[in-house]
């Protein structure tokens, strides 16, 4: 499948083998590499793909060339290149290498955002701010996110009121999404649910919810669908289920891509993507990598009486009547 913009779909999903797949492998991939599977992604038909982080290439060097592929990238019809934003010098870089989306985001967790940016929770969100309004005066659109929303692995408990204050913050800039980030994966379902329902009540139509779920207790699907109940459309995911961030001790990947589609689609909801066409490039990252990943579907043999994209025939109101 060819990611076209005219395909309908209920929800997008954001690709981040590139980012936050990548961001803690020791190994490091050559920048055609980045290329193939940035490639390889948007044939299989992922429509927004973040394809790295303009963060200092001492402390992620796996990100030392987010500028170079973001140049290197065909613009197509349907896709969008994204990249992760952390502060003002990031976005000097990501406006050069013209980029036309950003995720620009903050800590929740003060222990996390000291050792991820090197300042605590009021003064991250204090200086981000101005760094959104100048990407957006530029014509980018701005993801706003916020990291470790539902839960630390330093601190625990993260108080919901932290969060919403955030992200009403952000709302007042005008953004059109904002994130949150279970960037520890500690959430549980209820929790995920419960606290977009109450940002969905603060911030109003307007501003779409999105969701970064990590897998780290093996509720990463079940945190997805409880965003599904809560009305939240768009998903972090990343092919094979690789990811983790630096920062945070004993960190694992995010939902992956392969096997959300795979349940959404499962479910009824649309999502443009061929999720068949993502199990070859798992392989492939399995082969760079010299291990297996954690994605399940990809490793699930095919049975024979499925067709390309489509394995069973589910009833396509059932997801989606059930998640409202």
């Not at 050559?30 to 200092?56: N, P």
């Not at 952390?86 to 929740?108: E, F, K």
């Not at 839960?151 to 952000?170: N, Q």
Request: hydrophobic share 45%.
């Amino acid at each position: 499948m060819t990611a076209n913009a005219h395909i309908p779909v209920d929800v997008l999903i954001e690709d981040e083998f590139l980012r936050d797949g990548l961001q803690n492998e020791a190994r490091l991939f050559t920048l055609e590499e980045k290329v193939e599977f940035a490639q390889a992604l948007a044939r299989a038909g992922l429509r927004r793909i973040q394809i790295g982080s303009f963060v200092h290439p001492g402390r992620v060097p796996q990100m030392a060339d987010t500028d170079a592929l973001a140049r290197r990238l065909e613009r197509l019809e349907g896709v969008t290149w994204t990249a992760l934003v952390l502060n003002a010098t990031g976005l000097d870089r990501a406006l050069a290498a013209g980029l036309p989306h950003l995720s620009i985001s903050v800590s929740a967790s003060e222990s996390h955002s000291r050792r991820n940016a090197n300042r605590g929770v009021e003064e991250g969100v204090r200086r981000i701010l101005p760094v959104i309004e100048r990407a957006r005066a530029t014509g980018v659109r701005v993801r706003a996110g916020i990291q470790c929303a539902l839960g630390c692995a330093f601190e625990g408990y993260i108080p919901p009121d932290r969060v919403i204050a955030i992200a009403r913050s952000f709302a007042a800039l005008d953004v059109e999404e904002i994130n949150i980030a279970d960037t520890a994966g500690l959430a549980n379902p209820v929790q995920v649910e419960s606290l977009c329902r109450a940002l969905a009540e603060e911030l109003g139509p307007k501003v779409a919810l999105s969701l970064h779920l990590h897998d780290t207790r093996g509720l990463g699907i079940a945190n997805l669908v409880a965003g599904l109940r809560a009305g939240v459309r768009i998903f972090d995911a990343a092919l094979g289920g690789l990811g983790g961030c630096p920062f945070v001790p004993d960190a694992t990947g995010n939902i992956a891509t392969e096997d959300a589609v795979f349940a959404l689609e499962e479910m009824g909801w649309r999502t443009g993507i061929d999720w068949q066409a993502l199990r070859p490039l798992v392989g492939r990252a399995e082969s760079l990598l010299g291990r297996g990943l954690p994605g399940r579907i990809a490793h699930v043999p095919v049975p024979p009486w499925a067709r390309p994209g489509d394995v069973s025939e589910p009833d396509p109101g059932k997801g989606r009547e059930a998640a409202r």
